[in-house]
């Protein structure tokens, strides 16, 4: 299976830490893309990276991606309360857009 | 810009009745997606649309399951007769579709819950 897979599965950090999530997959891919789902809501993109990307910031986010180990790292710096979500890494490959989601990281920001 | 949108948002049925979904993507998003999501997992993918054109539907149980996209916009996702295995949120989500897809962050709906009883 490409599908990618989120470690750890949950955490849980005070506010104002850094929370860090990975993800690994197995086949080559076009991009990597992360995900945040709040409870019982719709998913929310947040930052894509391209295979021949190694490093993307988006405000608080950073994103690596090392094509040699299959894995991805989401850092989240200064979390918030409000950062309290599901992560997901989608893998997506180079045919039409195909995308595989892992099954999260579970994260808890405690106020 | 108007997001995908999806109805109903919640749907709640015996088992072996047949339900449908509904999707309207965002205006010119070429591909169309259907998720399962059972709860406490990531999505799995159902069915990919290009344009009209089925692109993979190797997950999508298909002695159940349907779908279609009439004229490449508007899809819905039948499930007939439902099981009990089926309650999960379906979510819908749509991406621009270039060829090169380095650029094609998927777009999600709300979600359907459905519960099968």
């Known amino acids: 299976s490409q599908q990618g897979e989120e470690d750890p599965q949950a955490l849980s950090i005070q506010e104002g830490e850094n929370a860090t999530m990975n993800c690994s997959y197995k086949t080559s891919i076009n991009n990597l893309q992360w995900y945040r789902q709040n409870s019982g809501r719709g998913l929310v993109h947040l930052i894509l990276?391209?295979?021949?990307?190694r490093e993307k910031h988006s405000g608080r986010l950073r994103v690596t991606l090392d094509t040699s180990k299959k894995s991805s790292s989401l850092l989240i710096t200064a979390s918030r309360a409000a950062d309290t979500a599901s992560y997901f890494c989608?893998?997506?490959?180079?045919?039409?857009?195909?995308?595989?989601f892992g099954s999260g990281t579970k994260l808890n920001v405690k106020p | 810009e108007a997001g995908v949108a999806q109805s109903p948002r919640y749907k709640i049925i015996e088992k072996r009745q047949s339900v449908a979904f509904w999707c309207n993507p965002i205006?010119?998003?070429?591909?169309l997606y259907w998720y399962q999501q059972i709860l406490g997992q990531g999505p799995k993918l159902l069915i990919q649309f290009q344009n009209n054109g089925v692109v993979d539907d190797s997950q999508l149980p298909k002695d159940r399951f349907s779908a279609e996209r009439l004229k490449g916009v508007d899809s819905t996702l039948k499930i007939q007769p439902a099981k009990l295995e089926d309650s999960a949120v379906y979510l819908c989500?749509?991406?621009?579709?270039?060829?090169?897809?380095?650029?094609?962050?998927?777009?999600f709906g709300p979600g359907t819950r459905l519960t099968v009883l």
């Open positions: 989608a893998t997506a490959l180079y045919n039409f857009n195909k995308f595989y």
């Open positions: 989500a749509s991406s621009l579709g270039l060829a090169d897809n380095s650029y094609n962050e998927q777009f």
């Open positions: 990276i391209r295979s021949n990307e």
């Open positions: 205006s010119g998003h070429a591909t």
